[in-house]
């Protein structure tokens, strides 16, 4: 099994900056990449960036230069750096773990508002 913990979300302004954070624990050898991504009510879960243990990233184009990914491997903790917030960036996100034929670990979410 793997936890997954969010943190850092909370209210921000158009063109401001918050800083996601995600503390995975349990079976973290299992994981072979971590991405995180966001649900607006009525809308499917889409992904928001993903990085895999080797370090390659994929990003939505909606945040293509605005938002980096990364990870501590020593502390088995996944950061979602978000600059030039946009209202439309307000979502519930959440952090998700990829661990093969074992499946895939969900955080519980946490929410960004953007304000105008």
Known sequence: ??????????LGQAG?????SCAASGS??????????????GKQRELVAQITNGGSTNYADSVKGRFTIS??????TVFLQMNS?????????????????????????TQVTVSS
């Open 71 to 76: 990870r501590d491997n020593a502390k088995n």
């Open 85 to 109: 917030l946009k209202p439309e960036d307000t979502a519930v996100y959440y952090c998700k773990a990829h661990r093969g034929l074992l499946g895939i670990s969900w955080g519980q979410g």
């Open 28 to 41: 973290i050898a299992s994981i072979s990449a971590m991405g995180w991504y966001r649900q607006v009510p």
């Open 16 to 20: 401001g900056s918050l800083r996601l």
């Open 1 to 10: 099994q793997v936890q997954l913990v969010e943190s850092g979300g909370g």
